[in-house]
């Protein structure tokens, strides 16, 4: 099994910036779509961008013009830039590849939006 570790999460300001990363300890993101993921307190996980291998992303639409998702094949490394942050997008952030779970989710980065 592929182990994913998102890192950069923290407790920012609303209208803040955060950059959010996700390393795989396999190639995972080259053989598959790579996304990232949020869950809210007592909310369901939820799709927030996803990546594909050749670079076609996609947004929820609660992220659009906000968040850029990118990432670095050669260091099985994707990353999550979330600008403008408001108070609804605290939540555990993770990643994993879409649409379709091909591993075990990572522990994922807490993301805490508040004055």
């Known amino acids: 099994q592929v182990q994913l570790v998102e890192s950069g999460g923290g407790l920012v300001q609303p209208g803040g910036s955060l950059r959010l990363s996700c390393v795989a300890s396999g190639n995972i993101f080259t053989i598959y779509t790579a996304a990232w993921y949020r869950q809210a307190p007592g909310k369901e996980r939820e799709l927030v961008a996803m990546?594909?291998?050749?670079?076609?992303?996609g947004y929820a639409d609660f992220v659009k013009g906000r968040f850029t998702i990118s990432r670095d094949n050669a260091k099985n490394t994707v990353y999550l830039q979330m600008n403008s942050l408001k108070a609804e997008d605290t939540a555990v952030y993770y990643c994993?590849?879409?649409?379709?779970?091909?591993?075990?989710w990572g522990q994922g980065t807490l993301v805490t939006v508040s004055p």
């Open positions: 990546i594909t291998g050749g670079g076609t992303i």
């Open positions: 994993n590849s879409a649409p379709q779970i091909r591993t075990n």
